[in-house]
């Protein structure tokens, strides 16, 4: 996170009034709470990643008086078990489609019958593949950062694309890749990754880690950076994103933004930096062609984090508006 006064625009803290352990099948246990107001407009938070879980800034996009606010963690990471850094981790039982279910399961627990759904980043993937999946259960999507795991997303930012911005931390990213695996990064870590040994896995995944939390921001945060490189949350993070992107989230290609028609008689609105490395505006762009009605709202001087003032003014813009 960057300091109190890029949040200055959101909510004050406030503390969960319940929480627990979803039991989602397949041995997963995924941690929700509820906040704000009880009685209020529900709405689920999808957090990014995938692998990276919630934290408790994430509350402060809603206005606690409206807002009955459901944040929970995905499976593997997060507070929800088994942890995707446990040596002997099984990620077979963790696709979009596992996920957009467990949603599905969560809010059919929690009694709610509709709700607004807020997703940055891969959480914008997820939001829009729940919501074309389950449309009547959905009331407003606010979308941030727009990532759809298209191919050429992928090989942007992850098999070299984005080194012409940032070549000195894409030194840094292939450093751990013999010369002779770099032609494909993807594959290359999730070798590492996947193998059992702490002394194999944890230096890929803090390597993986950290080139992407440099990306984050627009100018460097060095507080996000030590934070996202903490080996446990690391190992997590880097395991549960590179075997998602592996297998292309199980989507077709262009899935996500062909089929954004059917969201047309949802409101929405979708925010973006001008200047986001990891999820370049041509997504968002492509997302609001094929589906003009949903506002596009661009920050000139924002890059991909949604801590960076423009974006979370503009999120807490669109909550607000919806939560009448």
């Known amino acids: 996170m960057t300091g109190a006064s890029t949040l200055d625009c959101l909510y004050p803290e406030v503390e969960p009034y319940e929480s627990g352990m979803l039991m989602a099948g397949d041995g997963q246990?995924?941690?929700?709470?509820?906040?704000?107001?009880?009685?209020?407009?529900?709405?689920?938070?999808?957090?990014?990643?995938?692998?990276?879980?919630?934290s408790a800034w994430h509350r402060r996009f809603f206005d606690p008086d409206k807002y009955r606010i459901v944040l929970f963690d995905q499976r593997g990471c997060g507070r929800s078990t088994p942890h995707a850094s446990d040596p002997?981790?099984?990620?077979?039982?963790?696709?979009?489609?596992?996920?957009?279910?467990?949603?599905?399961?969560?809010?059919?627990?929690?009694?709610?019958?509709?709700?607004?759904v807020f997703g940055g980043s891969w959480g914008s993937a997820l939001a829009l593949a729940y919501?074309?999946?389950?449309?009547?259960?959905?009331?407003?999507?606010?979308?941030?950062?727009?990532?759809?795991?298209?191919?050429?997303?992928?090989?942007?930012?992850?098999?070299?694309?984005?080194s012409a911005i940032f070549p000195d931390r894409w030194e840094e990213f292939i450093t751990p890749i013999p010369v002779l695996e770099r032609s494909r990064m993807i594959e290359a870590y999730h070798r590492r990754l996947s193998d059992p040994d702490p002394a194999v896995h944890v230096p890929a995944a803090v390597a993986w880690s950290r080139w992407e939390a440099s990306a984050l921001t627009l100018r460097p945060d060095p507080e996000l950076v030590a934070g996202m490189t903490e080996p446990a949350a690391a190992t997590a993070f880097a395991r549960i994103e590179n075997h998602f992107f592996l297998h292309d989230g199980w989507l077709r290609d262009q899935q996500l933004i062909e089929d954004a028609a059917s969201l047309r008689g949802i409101p929405a609105v979708i925010v973006q930096g001008r200047y986001d490395?990891?999820?370049?505006?041509?997504?968002?762009?492509?997302l609001h062609r094929s589906w003009p009605e949903a506002e596009l709202v661009v920050i000139d001087d924002a890059g991909h984090s949604a801590s960076e003032p423009g974006i979370a003014a503009a999120l807490v813009e669109a909550t607000d508006r919806f939560a009448a």
């Open 29 to 54: 246990r995924l941690y929700w709470e509820q906040s704000g107001n009880p009685e209020g407009k529900p709405v689920v938070f999808l957090h990014g990643g995938p692998g990276a879980g919630t």
């Open 88 to 116: 002997d981790a099984d990620l077979r039982f963790n696709t979009t489609w596992h996920l957009v279910a467990d949603i599905e399961l969560l809010r059919r627990n929690l009694g709610i019958e509709r709700w607004q």
């Open 131 to 162: 919501a074309q999946t389950h449309q009547d259960a959905v009331t407003e999507l606010v979308l941030r950062g727009i990532f759809t795991l298209r191919r050429h997303e992928l090989e942007w930012f992850y098999e070299g694309g984005a």
């Open 277 to 286: 490395v990891c999820t370049p505006i041509m997504t968002a762009w492509d």
